[in-house]
């Protein structure tokens, strides 16, 4: 895929499994919520407010619509220096060159996706139980998303993670932990002590009229 990555500016972030991954503040786009005209601006200004992960996510966009967006949003995470994690689709991570890609309980099987993509690169997924949490990490996955944790307007959620629950899979698990679902300014302290290392955040970024604004002060208050 030569021919789609000269124009990218720096060499991608290649650090699979490496401390230089900071899942602090990971960002997971939406372009049906987003107070931008386009996803690279929104990418631009959270990764610039503080966001160190980016996961494209667009669950209504066609696979050509996807690639486009994903090559230019893969400058943007290039230049700045952050991880860009595609959300579902093997395919897109390996025709862009992303850093890694994000799973579901539902999706693609861990398995068949380390095959595609190698093993360079980073492979999170998206648990809600301490069996699942346990099958992931066996299995290799380099993080976890644990959630929903609560109430989200982004997605249909089915299945909640009790607090108690995360507490235990941190307990039992040595691979990062990112919690999704409902994180925003008022859940954030709820995570006070348990040891997670990063909020997954939707709509308390992209939604909010000043991205970079949004992305800071929720950074600064998960690090208090």
Do not use: W
């Not at 021919?3 to 939406?30: A, C, W």
């Not at 093997?90 to 993509?117: C, E, K, M, N």
């Not at 939604?207 to 208050?221: C, D, F, P, T």
């Amino acid at each position: 895929m030569k021919q789609f990555s000269d124009h990218l500016t720096s060499e991608p972030f290649k650090n699979r499994g490496s401390s230089k991954i900071d899942y602090t503040l990971y960002l997971v786009t939406d372009s049906e919520l987003m107070s931008t005209s386009n996803i690279e601006e929104c990418v631009e200004h959270a990764v610039l407010g503080g966001c160190t992960v980016v996961q494209l996510r667009e669950k209504t966009a066609s696979s050509k619509e996807f690639f486009q967006t994903a090559l230019r949003v893969r400058e943007i995470t290039d230049r700045l220096g952050v991880p860009l994690i595609i959300n579902d689709r093997a395919d897109i991570a390996l025709a862009v060159d992303a850093d890694g890609l994000h799973i579901g309980q539902d999706d693609f099987p861990y398995q068949a996706a380390r095959h595609i993509i190698g093993q360079d690169k980073i492979i999170g997924v998206s648990v809600s139980s301490l069996p699942e949490a346990l099958e992931a990490e066996s299995l290799g996955a380099d993080y976890l998303g644990v959630g929903a944790m609560f109430t989200t307007g982004t997605k249909l959620v089915t299945s909640f993670t009790s607090i108690d629950e995360l507490r235990l899979i941190r307990e039992k698990v040595s691979i990062p932990i990112v919690v999704i679902g409902g994180i925003n300014k008022e859940t954030i302290p709820l995570f006070n002590g348990i040891g997670i290392d990063g909020i997954a955040v939707v709509s308390a970024i992209v939604s909010q009229a000043n991205i970079k604004n949004a992305a800071k002060e929720l950074k600064l208050l998960f690090q208090a």
